[in-house]
């Protein structure tokens, strides 16, 4: 019943890992050719505090896929919660109502058994997220930024404009070259308006165990005029965490980790 994320992480992860001492830079907007790349902190002190951390967060979400029995504590069948979906014309965020149905699991059920938990949204366009209601509006029209998910190990930035700003986010650390392991991990993003940027640290962790930070979407989600970021913030291959980013232009720093959920692979 589970996919193991893992698998499809670690093989995306050792092809970046091999070329991330390089200093590579991902380019989204052609525009930024000639910029002026970010100069790259050089992060010597430890990572003592994980973050974002496992609990503590302000609303929590969902996908909707296949969960564990112990997964979904607090996720009443028929609620309703926002989602991020895409549609014929694009992506947006709609209401709908979700459903949590029972299922076998394959990792832990008998063959009579079904403790997992499968969840659906009414809604029939694809969905990429769902959240609590009350954090984010519906929203018709949302460009999405990247074309497809950028892994962010240690030493490669990512950059890209909207509107008015131009976006880099980048990541410090150390890497094991013998067995690609990665340490000491801090990942942040910039947005520079008008001359003057903003620097948020989005993720801390000692190290990582076979996977690394993936930027799963970008874009502006609560219609502030910034980019908002879905990132899958797991450390461990078997586990998938994905958390919610959201901007606020009166606010110091400028993004912060709103919501998250963990689930276990197989």
Same mark, same amino acid.
């Given at each position: 019943?589970?996919?193991? *994320? ?9 092809? *970046? ?11 989204? #907007? !052609? ?28 609303? !929590? ?6 969960? /564990? =029995? #112990? ?17 014929? !014309? ?41 959240? $609590? ?10 460009? $999405? ?11 490669? $930035? ?9 976006? !880099? ?36 962790? =000692? ?32 586990? *998938? ?19 998250? /959920? ?5």
């Amino acid at each position: 019943m589970k996919c193991n *994320f893992g698998v499809v992480v670690s093989l995306v992860l050792c092809s *970046f890992l091999i070329v991330a001492c390089k200093n590579n830079e991902t380019v989204v #907007n !052609q525009k930024l050719a000639d910029s002026v790349p970010v100069e790259l902190p050089v992060d010597t002190l430890p990572v003592v505090n994980e973050f974002p951390a496992d609990t503590g967060a302000t609303t !929590q979400l969902l996908l909707p896929k296949s969960y /564990h =029995s #112990n997964e979904l504590d607090g996720v009443e069948n028929g609620s309703t919660w926002l989602g991020l979906f895409l549609g014929k !014309q694009g992506y947006y965020t709609a209401q709908t109502k979700i459903f949590k149905n029972k299922v076998h699991d394959d990792a832990v059920d008998a063959d009579s058994e079904n403790t997992g938990w499968m969840v659906t949204v009414e809604n029939k366009d694809s969905c990429l997220m769902l959240t $609590k209601l009350g954090l984010l509006l519906p929203i018709a029209n949302i460009e $999405k930024i990247l074309s497809e998910q950028e892994p962010m190990p240690p030493y490669d $930035k990512l950059t890209f404009l909207y509107k008015e700003g131009t976006y !880099q986010l980048y990541a410090t650390g150390m890497i094991n070259t013998e067995n690609n392991m990665v340490t000491n991990y801090r990942l942040y993003a910039d947005v520079t308006i008008d001359g003057r940027t903003q620097t948020s640290l989005l993720m801390t962790t =000692s190290g990582f165990n076979e996977t690394i930070a993936t930027v799963l979407f970008a874009g502006d989600l609560n219609g502030d005029g910034l980019v908002d970021l879905i990132i899958n913030t797991s450390t461990h291959y078997n586990t *998938f965490k994905p958390t919610l980013y959201l901007s606020n232009s009166h606010r110091q720093p400028w993004i912060l980790p709103v919501g998250w /959920h963990i689930s276990v692979g197989c």
